[in-house]
């Protein structure tokens, strides 16, 4: 079946624009994570979404960082006015509720900010 | 807050050799552990996984240890090969759903 699917693959945007990743998760999946992948480095989580219960945000860097799950299947991620620091590949992954906690990864959006 | 450590960041070893990964996690309330392959330019897969309630799990050439009253845990790779070669990550969370942490990786290269 399908797999996490995200758009844009690649993201150019100038410093102070805002910008908006998307991210659909494999159907079915209620647990959806975005994380951030700076060059090399590890994977920094920002946002976890369970059912209908509230996200748990501790992982935003600031607040111009912000995420939304409608419907519990699709989710958005907005950063307001980039910063050059933004720059970096965000990942989204999805799992089923309970034991099995596998996360399937999407592709990535790479973000570079100008 | 919540906390795991990965050590080497980089470790090479030589065809054949065996690899080992180690991680630390500061949250005694964690009962699972993934570890994720990301080979260059592709996205994380999951190799393999234990949970708390056992020491010690096996796939073919990996195996994973856990010692939940250090809260260490670590990655076994016996005869490597160069398709091995990848950044590793460990991770921990709760069973159930919950937000995970991961481990900054480590590049493991396998010389031929």
């Known amino acids: 079946g399908a797999g996490v699917s995200q758009s844009p693959s690649n993201k150019v945007t100038e410093k102070g624009k805002d910008v908006e990743l998307r991210c659909d998760p494999i159907?079915?999946?209620?647990?959806l994570y975005w994380y951030r992948q700076s060059l090399g480095q590890g994977l920094e989580f920002l946002i976890y979404?369970?059912?209908?219960?509230?996200?748990?945000k501790s992982g935003l860097p600031s607040d111009r960082f912000s995420a939304e799950r409608t419907g519990g299947s699709v989710s958005t991620l907005t950063i307001q006015r980039t910063q050059q620091e933004d720059s970096a590949v965000y990942l989204c992954?999805?799992?089923?509720?309970?034991?099995?906690?596998?996360?399937?990864f999407g592709p990535g959006t790479r973000l570079t900010v100008l | 807050g919540e906390n795991v450590e990965q050590h080497p960041s980089t470790l090479s070893v030589q065809e054949g050799d065996s690899a080992v990964i180690k991680c630390t996690y500061s949250?005694?309330?964690?009962?699972?552990f993934p570890w994720y392959k990301q080979e260059l330019g592709k996205r994380p897969q999951l190799i393999i996984d234990?949970?708390?309630?056992?020491g010690e799990k096996k796939d073919q050439r990996i195996a994973v240890t856990l010692n939940k009253t250090a809260k260490h845990f670590s990655l076994h790779i016996t005869e490597t090969q160069p398709e091995d070669s990848a950044v590793y990550f460990c991770?921990?969370?709760?069973?159930?759903?919950?937000?995970?942490?991961f481990g900054a990786g480590t590049r493991l290269f396998v010389k031929a």
């Open positions: 992954a999805s799992s089923l509720e309970g034991l099995h906690n596998e996360q399937f």
């Open positions: 159907s079915g999946h209620t647990a």
């Open positions: 979404f369970q059912g209908n219960s509230a996200p748990d």
């Open positions: 949250d005694s309330a964690s009962n699972y």
């Open positions: 234990i949970r708390s309630n056992v």
């Open positions: 991770a921990a969370s709760h069973t159930g759903g919950f937000k995970t942490i």
